[in-house]
């Protein structure tokens, strides 16, 4: 499959991330572009296969509120964020304040095609430096690791995503 972009696009540009698409050109042979052949593979280096492509985005959550470094108020704190997974739509959302983990709520309807939104309301009591983590779980029955799987470009790093704030 060959993509063209609009005019903002420069001849002979390697293409990495087209965002205004214009045409779709179906080829009989895989396309052979920079970044397909040589940018977007795992490249491991205790595994015996030492290198595959990227096909698809890794299960993941985001915090998106608080931001890093906030400093928020003791008592009811409200956190959202965006989760996705490229093989199945997002199952579950857990948060974690300090202490256990707690199941956020899902925004909208699930979907593979799109980002899930979420949040979790909760009560932080004690006042100091905070770390919320979140993790996500698709329906396929991946769930968001600790820590990802080195790989030389740091490609799929989906590890259990960390925001430092500080409640006062």
Not at 78 to 86: D, K, L, N
Not at 99 to 116: C, F, K, M, Y
């Amino acid at each position: 499959m060959v993509f063209r972009c609009d005019s903002s696009c420069q001849v002979g540009t390697r293409y990495a991330s087209v965002k205004w698409l214009t045409d779709i050109e179906l080829i009989e042979q895989p396309f052979v572009g920079h970044y397909q052949t040589e940018k977007y593979w795992y490249e491991w280096q205790r595994r015996s296969d030492a290198r595959e492509p990227v096909t698809r985005m890794r299960v993941r959550a985001l915090i998106t509120e608080p931001n890093q470094g906030s400093e928020i108020e003791r008592g009811d704190i409200t956190i959202r964020g965006v989760a996705w997974s490229g093989v199945a739509p997002i199952e579950r959302v857990e948060v974690n304040t300090g202490g256990v983990w707690h199941q956020a709520n899902l925004i909208g309807e699930p979907s593979r095609q799109a980002w899930q939104r979420w949040e979790l309301v909760t009560r932080i009591n004690a006042s100091g430096p905070a770390m919320l983590r979140a993790r996500a779980t698709d329906c396929a029955g991946r769930v968001q690791p600790e820590h990802a799987e080195w790989n030389r470009l740091g490609y799929g790093n989906n590890s259990i995503h960390e925001v430092a704030i500080r409640v006062v």
